[in-house]
C-alpha cells in the first residue's frame, strides 16, 4: 500500500533562514501532491499543488520540488518569519479526485 | 463565502451513545471529503462524495460509522455505538471539480467520548 513520510516531526529554525521541509513516498507513483498548512485547533489550509511532470513550483516565498525519481519532495519557506510556525501536511493523490493519502505533518517553529 | 462549516465543535458523549457531526460545504463544490485526525494516525480520509454520491467508503472503521450526503448543501457523520477509541477531530472538507484539486477545510469537530 502507499506509504508517505515526513521525514521531521518538528524543526526548529531562526528568523529569516530558509526552513526545508521533506515529504518521501513509496509504493506509488502520483500524478500530483500537495501542501497544506495547519495551525493549532483549525483545519488545513492549502498551500501548493505540484503535478508530476513539473519539477518546481513557487508561491511568494515557498517553494515546491518534485522529484518522480526519488520519490520525493521538498518544501522551502525562505525569509522564514515567527509567523510562518505552524504544521505543514504533504499529501499526494492516489487515483482520483481528491483522494488523498496525508504525511502526519512537520511542526515548524521560527524563532524570533 | 463562509467556508466550510461544522457542527459541532465539541462534542462530549458517553461509550454507546449516538453521535452526529454535521457539515456544510461551501456553495458549488462538487465533492465533499470526511476526515479524522488523531495524533497516532494523522489525517485519514474515511469517505468522500461526489454530487452527493459516496464514491469512496474505504476508509470507515467500521460498520459503526455512517456518512450521508442528502443534498448538495448538507453532510452527516454518524457514529451508533460510540467507543472511546473514536475520540478524535474529525474534519470535513469541500472541493471544487475545476481541476484544481484544492481541498477547503472545516474548523472541525473535537469529539470525545468517555
Known amino acids: 500500500s502507499q506509504k508517505i513520510e515526513q521525514n521531521s516531526e518538528a524543526l526548529n529554525i531562526q528568523e529569516g533562514k530558509t526552513a526545508t521541509l521533506t515529504c518521501n513516498y513509496t509504493?506509488?507513483?502520483?500524478?500530483?501532491l500537495q501542501w497544506y498548512r495547519q495551525d493549532p485547533g483549525r483545519g488545513p489550509v492549502f498551500l501548493l499543488l505540484i503535478r508530476e511532470n513539473e519539477k518546481e513550483k513557487r508561491k511568494e516565498r515557498l517553494k515546491v520540488t518534485f522529484d518522480t525519481t526519488l520519490k520525493q519532495s521538498l518544501f522551502h519557506i525562505t525569509a522564514s518569519q515567527p509567523a510562518d510556525s505552524a504544521t505543514y501536511l504533504c499529501a499526494l493523490e492516489r487515483g482520483s479526485q481528491g483522494n488523498l493519502i496525508f504525511g502526519k505533518g512537520t511542526k515548524l517553529s521560527v524563532k524570533p | 463565502d463562509a467556508g466550510v462549516i461544522q457542527s459541532p465543535r465539541h462534542e462530549v458523549t458517553e461509550m454507546g451513545q449516538e453521535v452526529t457531526l454535521r457539515c456544510k460545504p461551501i456553495?458549488?463544490?462538487?465533492?465533499l471529503f470526511w476526515y479524522r485526525q488523531t495524533m497516532m494516525r494523522g489525517l485519514e480520509l474515511l469517505i468522500y462524495?461526489?454530487?452527493?454520491?459516496?464514491?469512496?467508503d474505504s476508509g470507515m472503521p467500521e460498520d459503526r460509522f455512517s456518512a450521508k450526503m442528502p443534498n448538495a448543501s448538507f453532510s452527516t457523520l454518524k457514529i451508533q455505538p460510540s467507543e472511546p477509541r473514536d475520540s478524535a477531530v474529525y474534519f470535513c472538507?469541500?472541493?471544487?471539480?475545476?481541476?484544481?484539486?484544492?481541498?477547503?477545510f472545516g474548523p472541525g469537530t473535537r469529539l470525545t467520548v468517555t
Open positions: 462524495f461526489n454530487n452527493n454520491v459516496p464514491i469512496d
Open positions: 509504493n506509488y507513483s502520483p500524478a500530483y
Open positions: 456553495s458549488g463544490h462538487d465533492y
Open positions: 472538507a469541500s472541493s471544487p471539480a475545476d481541476g484544481s484539486y484544492e481541498q477547503y
